[in-house]
């Protein structure tokens, strides 16, 4: 009984975040109508059976933020029968000491918090011994510490040129697909006459100055950010990549875990 009401939740509440999805894509402006707006449904602290709800609801994309819990998912029986084409993304503070207990998780898709070039020097140099075919790279994001906070982590802004200059060229390994911010939390962009998230405009400058170092259309680099609170804020400026939780899958508990 129990169970099946928890059902009925996760996917009213998958529907109903794609609903807004859908609904901020269309109200966006002109010359961004053509970038995808993708979901990472974040379970993180939430049982498989929920994972399974969300899978059989269509939903491809969940997101992680620590190594143990994800690698623990990674290999729990049920998500590997049940959700063959799951894409794992890990969103988390990455340590040197965990990269390969990360890299070896089944249907690990993408690391979206890469924030030091060690870092990625580590991943590439331990993805080529782990990976299984020789020509997949494993897809990376830089994370960018917008709002400056010392307890966040993530690139500083000014480094990203740099970063992802040295990604591109001496990781083969990686694939750079991205920008990702966490961003200052409780930014009322609700209020009249707010200005858009000095976060996300943050990574949209970021994004434009490392595309233009590079050469490259700034489309050809997704930003990942956008959350519950604001995830509709954040496609209305261009995210292509929203990592959403409590709005599916209903608060955290972390007394829980
Ligand atoms: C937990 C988490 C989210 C999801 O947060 P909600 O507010 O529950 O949507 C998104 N991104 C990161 C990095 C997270 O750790």
Known sequence: MLKTMMDVDVKQGLRIVRNRIEAACQKRKPELQNVKANLVAVSKTKPAEMIVDCYDEGQRDFGENYVKELSEKGINEEILSKCKEIR????????????????????LYMIETVDSVELADLLN???????????????????????????????????????????????????????????????????????????????????????????????????????????????DLGSGNVRVGS???GHRNYNDK
């Open 125 to 235: 140099k331990n993805w080529q011994k782990i990976r299984t075919e020789s020509d997949h790279r494993m897809k990376i994001m830089i994370q960018v510490n917008t709002s400056g906070e010392q307890e966040k982590s993530g690139a500083d802004p000014g480094t990203v040129n740099g970063f992802g200059t040295h990604v591109i060229e001496k990781c083969p390994n990686l694939e750079l697909v991205g920008l990702m911010t966490i961003g200052r939390f409780g930014y009322n962009w609700r209020d009249e006459g707010a200005p858009p998230n000095p976060d996300f405009l943050g990574l949209i400058e970021c994004r434009a100055a490392l595309c233009d170092h590079l050469g490259i259309d700034h489309v050809a680099m997704e930003l990942s950010m956008g959350m519950s609170d604001d995830f509709e804020h954040a496609i």
């Open 88 to 107: 794992w993304h890990f969103i988390g503070h990455l340590q040197n000491n965990k990269v390969n207990k990360l890299l070896k998780t089944p249907n």
């Open 247 to 249: 709005s599916i899958f």
